[in-house]
């Protein structure tokens, strides 16, 4: 009742704007999860909901996407939540996307994201750089923005079709729970807590 699988290589750890290796976002993907998926039996492939209730709003001219999350989504118990079960909103997915752009994780993933222009968020990690300050993830940005605790907001200063394949990776848009981050912060790489089906 036990299924082993191996890794060509070791992991390096499981925080996901701090990991590029396979191995480590293989662990990563069944354990954070984003709002949306491909469909593994869809040909040709297909994006479907995961952890929203349906496909997102999307402008006609594909600037503006509203994300809705369906209730009753819970985090992996962790003492980060202090004996409290922890629903998944909207506000996680906010959190998760601006960790990209903080300074100091140095996320290799940051291009994705600022290839796809979200307003405002280059212009606040710029301002973490030049003032060296720390990030600021409680500013408001007029393109990643929570609606209400079930949707959260995109805009973007041009149009980008393509931006939902980012909400189908783990890695980019796998939702973090900002107080497990800030509770072990010395080491978030050996405390990831999604969730997915499986825990570490």
Do not use: C
């Amino acid at each position: 009742r036990t299924l082993r699988v191996a890794f060509n290589f070791a992991e390096t750890g499981f925080d996901p704007p701090r990991v590029g290796d396979q191995s480590s976002i293989r662990v990563i993907a069944h354990i954070f999860e984003p709002p949306l998926a491909y469909d593994p039996l869809a040909r040709p492939a297909r994006l479907v909901p995961l952890v929203a209730t349906a496909m997102p709003e999307v402008s006609e001219e594909h600037r503006r996407f509203v994300f809705t999350i369906r209730a009753g989504i819970f985090f992996a118990d962790d003492p980060a939540f202090e004996g409290r079960p922890r629903e998944l909103v909207a506000q996680d997915f906010v959190y998760t996307i601006k960790r990209f752009y903080d300074p100091e994780l140095r996320s290799e993933w940051l291009y994705q994201w600022e290839n796809a222009k979200i307003l405002g968020l280059s212009e606040l990690r710029q301002r973490a750089l030049v003032q060296k300050k720390p990030f600021d993830y409680d500013a408001e940005v007029p393109g990643l923005r929570t609606l209400d605790r079930r949707r959260f907001e995109v805009r973007l200063a041009d149009p980008a079709p393509r931006l939902l394949a980012s909400f189908a990776s783990a890695t980019l848009a796998g939702a973090v729970a900002r107080e497990v981050v800030e509770r072990y912060k010395a080491d978030p790489q050996a405390h990831p807590v999604g969730t997915g089906p499986f825990m570490l």
